[in-house]
């Protein structure tokens, strides 16, 4: 559905060896660099269906600490199947959104 709604492309599925959930990732064009994912959290009945934006930073560290600094709160940062670090975070507001330092 989103792929004919939004123009997406798919790319490889994933499964997170943590949690064992599945992500397909996608991509806006046929260059094959990935936009992001759409998870599977079925298996999680306490978060809800959600689109989670990543905003590129060069320093992740510094990156949750100036959320922090500003009032937000992060998750423990982890590291994806090809090196990017992320970390999730909700603003003072509550809103969520993800900081990737790519590998």
């Given at each position: 559905?989103?792929?004919?709604?939004?123009?997406?492309?798919?790319?490889?599925?994933r499964t997170s060896e943590r949690d064992g959930s599945s992500h397909q990732l996608f991509a806006w064009d046929g260059?094959?660099?990935?936009?992001?994912?759409?998870?599977?959290?079925?298996?999680?009945?306490?978060?809800?269906?959600?689109?989670?934006?990543?905003?590129?930073?060069?320093?992740?560290?510094?990156?949750?600490?100036?959320?922090?600094?500003?009032?937000?709160?992060?998750?423990?940062?982890?590291?994806?199947?090809?090196?990017?670090?992320?970390?999730?975070?909700?603003?003072?507001?509550?809103?969520?959104?993800?900081?990737?330092?790519?590998?």
């Amino acid at each position: 559905m989103y792929a004919a709604l939004f123009g997406l492309r798919a790319g490889d599925v994933r499964t997170s060896e943590r949690d064992g959930s599945s992500h397909q990732l996608f991509a806006w064009d046929g260059s094959g660099r990935s936009a992001g994912s759409v998870a599977n959290t079925a298996r999680l009945p306490e978060v809800h269906p959600h689109w989670l934006f990543f905003f590129d930073v060069p320093a992740l560290d510094e990156a949750v600490a100036s959320v922090r600094a500003q009032g937000g709160e992060t998750f423990p940062p982890t590291r994806n199947w090809n090196g990017d670090e992320l970390a999730v975070c909700h603003d003072a507001q509550g809103a969520a959104f993800g900081l990737c330092q790519p590998s």
